[in-house]
């Protein structure tokens, strides 16, 4: 696209659909890993080159004009198009140099791959490896990264996935906690104890109230959406909380509380898009974490 002899560049378009999407330059700038400067920038940049204004902005943050609601239709297509022709590009690459993004949440991006990637590396020394640890889910269709390991069974259509191994959950809390606070004998007992849960996250509201027992944010007198907080909040003596059970009994100063209750087990799934899954490096990726992580916990330094 060339305007008045100027080529918007596609940096441009991203950060415009960014912005569009979420509303704000600081968003857009987290989203992108940008800083917010160089997003604002980018807007300029482009409403200069189009010579219109994309967006009105506010207190409230960026809000599209009624020409940024035209052009941020053609600027989604151009992007798909452009992900598109990457996937398939990749996809048919054997080369095993190069780069895999992979994406993980915090148990597995901190605790377990940088121990088992290393092997991996060592046999394959041309590969480079970009770890985006983050609990958030990434999108595989964008090509945000290349393989995923998940704790739940992706739906999309276009995207292949394989089953590891089940992780059973149970409720935790250390013996000083236990002895200072008698034990549960209920579920709905939680609510006069120190519970752990997430801030922002329903899932463990979720799954309290698929057990018949209603909670709200304000019932975790401990709140954090960070997984590895959890953890160590229950390791510390904070209070009771949920966590996986392969974890807990390596750690001989917790003891499960409520072992009758039957949370529900996470499943292990590693991802990648249909159309990248001949690529050579990305199959002996996903073929070594589908070996390595049949047993997780055996990784993790406790």
């Known amino acids: 696209m060339y305007i008045e002899n ?85 996809g048919l690459d054997e080369d095993l140099s190069g780069v895999v993004r992979i994406s993980a949440n915090e148990i597995f991006g901190v605790m377990v791959l940088p121990r088992i990637l290393p092997r991996f590396m060592d046999v394959n020394p041309d590969i480079d490896i970009e770890l985006i640890v983050s609990n958030s889910i990434t999108n595989l269709m964008q090509r945000d990264a290349d393989v995923s390991v998940r704790m739940f069974r992706p739906t999309q259509n276009d995207l292949i996935a394989r089953k590891i191994i089940e992780l059973p959950l149970g409720l935790f809390a250390h013996r000083d906690y236990l002895t200072a606070h008698p034990a ?54 904070v209070g009771i909380g949920v966590t996986h059970k392969g974890l807990a009994v390596h750690w001989p100063e917790v003891e499960q509380v409520l ?19 001949h690529n050579k490096r990305i199959r002996l990726l996903m073929d070594f974490l589908a070996h390595e992580l049949g047993d997780p916990y055996s990784h993790i330094n406790v």
């Not at 309290?208 to 907080?229: C, N, Q, T, V």
């Open 6 to 90: 100027m080529q918007i560049s596609w940096d441009l378009i991203r950060t415009f659909e960014a912005v569009a999407k979420t509303g704000s330059l600081s968003a857009a700038a987290r989203m992108l890993q940008l800083t917010q400067p160089t997003v604002g920038r980018h807007v300029d940049l482009l409403e200069e080159a189009l010579n219109v204004a994309l967006f009105v902005r506010s207190r409230e943050g960026m809000r599209l004009t009624d020409k940024g609601e035209d052009l941020v239709v053609d600027a989604k297509e151009m992007l798909a198009s452009a992900v598109g022709l990457e996937r398939r590009a990749t």
């Open 184 to 237: 549960p004998r209920k579920l709905r007992d939680l609510h006069e104890h120190r519970f752990i849960g997430f801030d922002r996250e329903t899932s463990l509201i979720d799954v309290a109230r698929s057990l018949g027992e209603s909670f709200i944010s304000s019932d975790f007198i401990f709140r954090s959406d960070s997984i590895l907080a959890h953890f160590e909040a229950i390791r510390s003596g």
């Open 259 to 277: 072992p009758k209750v039957k949370l529900p087990k996470l499943d292990l799934w590693i991802t990648c898009h249909s159309e990248v899954r």
